[in-house]
DNA sequence: CCAAAAGTGTTAAGAGTACACCCATGC
DNA sequence: GCATGGGTGTACTCTTAACACTTTTGG
């Protein structure tokens, strides 16, 4: 029942999601441009093969680093895709990342086994390698579903944000209008900000306060736990 | 940088966490015993090498159909399991899988490569292979959480059922006492369960009338954006 | 003083929670 | 008629949703 051609041969990669939120209403992607074959020139997630002796978490680390000079401040698995036929050369099984970063804290280089790496906007992706289109998607509706319950927007922002910022991440991800009294009423009600001294004054209009996000209280509180909840938005 | 050592030689193999549900506080899961090394007598989750030419969620359904003879109602992928050291035979990356079942509509046996095939209650595990308690541990959570926000919990029962199985079934998963009253307003609520004309009468009290869970209805609904919740039940 | 963005409170409707008695059956 | 489990309603509290004006700054 079983031919050679069955018995087993599969690499093993990581592929990394990497979001970043540039200004209002521009949420980013980050891309390399592949300079081997196949889709030479095309652009792709970034991944590679791992190694015998790392383990999968450290793979996508160490290969966001060495070839884009990105450190996520949040990385979690988000699938793994390994339908028969995702690359032409071989059976390859991927474990897909998620991760969040400020890109202003990052600046992307390209590692020289690579063409390039660019943040794309989400809204305006090149043609993609392979079936990494299919993970964008995954990617983006984990990340729309997870702000709702989990406080994980925040490492997409300075670490001192203002409160606008964050309700236009919101309504960037979401892609809904929200209300502006009733999302700060909630995110307060959690206590989870700690209000600095600092202002940020920017263009026209009013200075706004600044806030920090209170990891340690955070994890504290899920410890218990909570559950932060932003219905619907 | 990279020495011979690190060339990639993995193995990939799926896992299935199969959840069935007997009577009354008994949630169990399906195991299968080993007969060969490492960890012969052992029992583990039901799982094997992906062949090369099959993607993962056939391989899963196979793997369980020809060894246990079960084919899941409800199976998803869970999470992937890769550190370096997790079979002391070789580097083994493995996809495990959630899957739900009615253990009364499916007989098990077990196939010839393995030594026997249980039920085990969550509650009284033996000694697992692996780090199988772990990928467990995550499923277990994983159906706790997920039984809040989707109805799949249908799938442990039969498909006539009363109220009070299904009333059972979310205490024993969750562990924690609910009132009978407000959540059978709240699943009702839905109106996701069609009710038929048949009773159950069974030991001693008033015979309780038999419900349908309508799947049509509510994938219907789900494609409109409605989503199923029992806060905290 | 005008434009722009930040900051703020109240009310009405809906959802969640707590709680206890009657009903239908078997023995 | 009693023991067992099934079936049901109401009042209170809390949460959500809708909604608009004042404040602070720069130009």
């Known amino acids: 029942m079983e031919s ?20 209002k209403n521009d949420l980013q992607l980050l891309l390399i ?3 081997i074959k196949p889709f030479k020139g095309d652009w792709a997630l970034p991944g590679r093969l791992v ?13 966001l680093y060495e070839k884009t000079g990105i450190r996520p401040d949040f990385l979690e698995q988000l699938y793994t895709f390994g339908n028969v036929d995702r690359d032409p050369r071989n059976r390859v099984v991927s474990i ?9 804290y990052h600046k992307v280089f390209a590692d020289s086994d690579v063409e390039d790496v660019q943040w794309f906007s989400v809204n305006q992706l090149p043609k993609l390698a392979f079936d990494h289109q299919i993970i964008i998607d995954v990617a983006l509706k984990r990340l729309r579903k997870k702000i709702q319950y989990q406080p994980i927007a925040f490492n997409l922002l300075n670490e001192e944000f203002a409160f606008s910022d964050l309700e236009n991440l919101y309504k960037t ?3 809904k209008e ?4 009733n999302f700060r009423k909630k995110i307060m009600s959690y206590e989870l900000l700690n209000e600095t001294n600092n202002l940020k004054k ?20 899920e410890e218990e736990g909570f559950y932060f909840e932003i219905k619907w938005v």
Do not use: C, M, W
């Not at 050679?4 to 200004?23: C, M, Q, R």
């Not at 190694?51 to 290969?63: G, P």
């Open 202 to 221: 920017e263009g026209s209009g009013r200075p706004s306060k600044l806030f920090i996000f209170n990891q340690e209280k955070h994890r504290g509180l």
């Open 33 to 35: 441009q592949r300079n």
């Open 96 to 104: 897909a990342y998620l991760g969040l970063v400020n890109p202003s």
């Open 173 to 175: 991800i979401i892609g």
């Open 4 to 23: 050679p051609k069955e018995l087993e041969d599969i690499k093993v990669t990581v592929d990394a999601v990497i979001f970043g939120y540039f200004k």
């Open 51 to 63: 190694l015998n002796n790392e383990n999968l978490d450290d793979a996508v680390k160490r290969e």
């Open 178 to 181: 929200i209300d502006r009294r």
